[in-house]
């Protein structure tokens, strides 16, 4: 395994490293004036626009997408170091760059199996940063930890129209409250009473506008409703109808295409989550070297001193995990790399929630305040302990794994 970065990571860590510096960084706080401003709180500051044309402009851009005919053809070895730069400003950067979530799984599903139709009406939109999109599976009704378990209806049309019927309530679906969102991929069950449960479910394409589609709240995470990413909504759909022809694969093949998304997905969370953790270990230190208690500098506080080794201790064991994971799903696959990324889906998110909590505690109440990025960045650390499933379900199927060896 050598994770040396080659000519052309390094040429692109350069350029974002320099982006970051002369553009995100500063439109951080421009972004957060400009959203006040705003006839609608989910509407897209102009900063945003800005950051785009120049990302664009410089190349930084798809950088996520492995096919080369969509995006930047990086290998996941390739694109973690440049999704742990922009997860240092996760509201901004990844969005700026067309590498925020959840476009980048929706992109990839449609890139792998959606039609020439669909690629032409959803994904070269996408690819172009002229539209966003949801990816609606959650429901608030069953335990969605356990994808089986969805209610939603995709039911064929009893009227002789060659249709799907939707019926059901999702919610936590991200991106759906951003005007820019035109278009949702559903996951609903088209066989609910099918022999294999994982063969009842479908993914289908569902236009925001369709009659019958209502985004009924955005719900908020630990207080925060996210505007950056287009918040978090509650959708109903109350007998949509959609063609048959949106369907995305084939009937039966919802459960696969999630698991096909989801796992490169757990990978860019991770690779981000670094650049978070960096973030706070850089203000942590900032801050202990600037402040004085007690007679002395807080740099000097043992137990500050802890909190920093331990901190730098987990970033660089945790990326060599997810360094080493990108390469086995780059050399054997994503099966092959099952392991490993479920393994850094329970490490990472719990370590790097830890060091952002004592960077919180070292800045004293401005670390909750919103003069600091710390306490934004806190909940969505903690968020990614259930997102793309919670750590229980990960940790169930990894002993399962182990414990197989032995049976």
């Not at 970065?5 to 390094?10: H, L, S």
Request: aromatic content about 6%.
């Amino acid at each position: 395994m050598d994770f040396a970065f080659d000519a052309r990571t390094e040429e692109l860590r350069r350029k974002l490293l320099a982006f970051m510096d002369e553009y995100v960084y500063p439109a951080e706080a421009v972004a957060e004036e400009q959203r006040a401003r705003l006839a609608s709180p989910w509407d897209t500051p102009a900063v945003v626009e800005e950051l785009k044309a120049e990302a664009r402009r410089q190349g930084l851009w798809n950088l996520f997408l492995p096919d080369a005919e969509y995006g930047a053809g990086l290998t996941n070895l390739q694109y973690a170091p440049l999704a742990e730069i922009t997860g240092r400003s996760p509201h901004l950067a990844p969005t700026a760059t067309n590498c925020a979530a959840p476009d980048t799984g929706n992109m990839e599903v449609l890139a792998q199996f959606g039609d020439e139709r669909q690629k032409k009406q959803w994904l070269e939109p996408l690819l172009a940063g002229e539209i966003r999109s949801a990816f609606a599976m959650t429901e608030p009704e069953v335990a969605s930890s356990d994808a089986t378990n969805i209610t939603t209806l995709l039911e064929r049309a009893s009227d002789g129209t060659d249709e799907y019927v939707i019926t059901g309530r999702k919610w936590y679906i991200s991106g759906a409250m951003n005007p820019d969102c035109k278009v949702f991929i559903v996951m609903g069950k088209t066989d609910p009473d099918g022999p294999d449960i994982r063969r009842q479910q479908s993914m289908v394409l569902v236009p925001r506008d369709t009659p019958g589609v209502t985004v009924e709240r955005a719900m908020q995470v630990f207080g925060y409703e996210d505007h950056s990413h287009g918040g978090h909504a509650e959708v109903i759909f109350d007998h949509a109808r959609v063609p048959v022809s949106n369907l995305i694969g084939e009937e039966g093949g919802g459960f696969a295409i999630a698991q096909a998304r989801l796992g490169p997905g757990r990978i860019h969370h991770c690779m981000r989550l670094i650049g978070m953790a960096e973030r706070a270990i850089e203000l942590m230190c900032r801050r202990a070297v600037s402040r004085t208690a007690f007679g002395k500098a807080l740099a000097q506080q043992g137990v500050v001193h802890n909190w920093i080794a331990d901190a730098r201790v987990a970033v660089e064991q945790l990326r060599l995990l997810v360094l080493k994971t990108a390469w086995l799903m780059d050399t054997v696959g994503n099966r092959g790399a099952h392991t490993e990324i479920q393994a850094i889906k329970i490490a990472t998110p719990r370590a790097v929630v830890d060091i952002i909590d004592r960077a919180i505690q070292l800045h004293g109440a401005g670390g909750v305040s919103q003069d600091f990025p710390l306490a934004e960045l806190y909940a969505a650390a903690r968020t990614l302990m259930i997102a793309d499933g919670p750590d229980e379900v990960h940790q169930r199927s990894l002993a399962r794994r182990e414990l197989k060896k032995y049976l």
